[in-house]
């Protein structure tokens, strides 16, 4: 007699209905900035208080959030946004690292970064066959873009500090020059720029410019800012970031429709692989 063994299929890549990222309009770009200069602050007071509790609070807080996030099976603003919080601040320390431990110019920590970032991207691209974030509807692409993500904040980090610090710009000029430069990739995607180009080259200068207007406000006169304290600063920061996110939350505005809808054609071109 012939004994049928169960079937035991072992699932290495999760699929989700529709896409674990938010809808980028408008608003996206305004929560996306104020975590950069949330990130920028709120690590500058860490470390007033404590070095210890600053890299207890980057490192944990950010695993913690990486890992809620990753085993959830759907989008949620909330749990999204405290993921990329998490990864402002985490990002801007391990930023630091590399220039306080060793002395490197931020210029070099900035190409170390570039070329850091276009390889995962690459790798991303030719594993996937997209790096479009309307489709992060898998485990290994949303991996992907968390690893990307954490790679702009570190380069944005250094790119700030290298034209505040190592050009001389200063905190005020920095963020003209970069609130210029970020309007740059939305000018060339309304001349036809790849809109997945446009949105990464955006995301990448979000820090540097959301962390200049943080340092402004935050910074002493000495250092070029007007004096309000990064403790202050921080604290309004995550006022505003706790009343944007819950709005979304209330609302579903920054469901991704495009996603879905990308989704959807996928599934019936190939239900197999969705």
């Not at 700030?160 to 050009?167: E, P, V, Y």
């Not at 000495?222 to 921080?234: E, F, K, L, Q, S």
């Not at 505003?240 to 579903?252: C, D, E, K, Q, R």
């Not at 920054?254 to 692989?273: C, F, M, N, S, W």
Request: neutral net charge; charged residues 10%; hydrophobic residues 50%.
């Amino acid at each position: 007699m012939q004994v049928a063994l169960p079937t035991v299929r072992v699932v290495r890549n999760r699929d989700f209905p529709v896409p674990k990222v938010p809808a980028v309009f408008a608003l996206f770009w305004v929560v996306k900035t104020l975590t950069t200069g949330i990130g920028e602050t709120g690590a500058d007071f860490l470390g007033t208080l404590s070095i210890p509790l600053a890299a207890l609070v980057g490192v944990g807080g950010f695993a913690l959030a990486l890992w809620l996030q990753l085993r959830s099976e759907a989008y949620h603003p909330v749990r999204y946004w405290l993921t990329v919080l998490s990864v402002a601040l985490f990002g801007t320390m391990i930023a630091d690292g590399p220039h306080v431990a060793l002395g490197t110019p931020y210029w070099v920590d900035s190409i170390v970064y570039l070329v850091l970032l276009v390889a995962v991207l690459a790798w991303w691209k030719r594993s996937e066959g997209t790096i479009s974030v309307h489709s992060i509807t898998t485990g290994r692409r949303e991996r992907f873009y968390w690893g990307v993500v954490l790679l702009t904040f570190g380069l944005g980090t250094a790119l700030g500090d290298a034209t505040a610090i190592n050009a001389g710009l200063g905190f005020a000029w920095s963020i003209a020059l970069f609130g210029v430069l970020i309007l740059v990739p939305l000018g060339l995607w309304r001349l036809g720029l790849d809109a997945t180009v446009a949105f990464w080259s955006a995301y990448v200068l979000t820090r540097p410019l959301g962390a200049s207007v943080a340092d402004y406000l935050g910074s002493s006169h000495a250092h070029g800012g007007i004096g309000c304290g990064t403790g202050p600063v921080t604290a309004l920061g995550l006022v505003l970031f706790a009343s944007l996110v819950g709005y979304l939350w209330w609302t579903h505005a920054d469901e991704d429709a495009a996603g879905r809808t990308v989704t959807a054609r996928h599934q019936e071109l190939d239900p197999a692989e969705v």
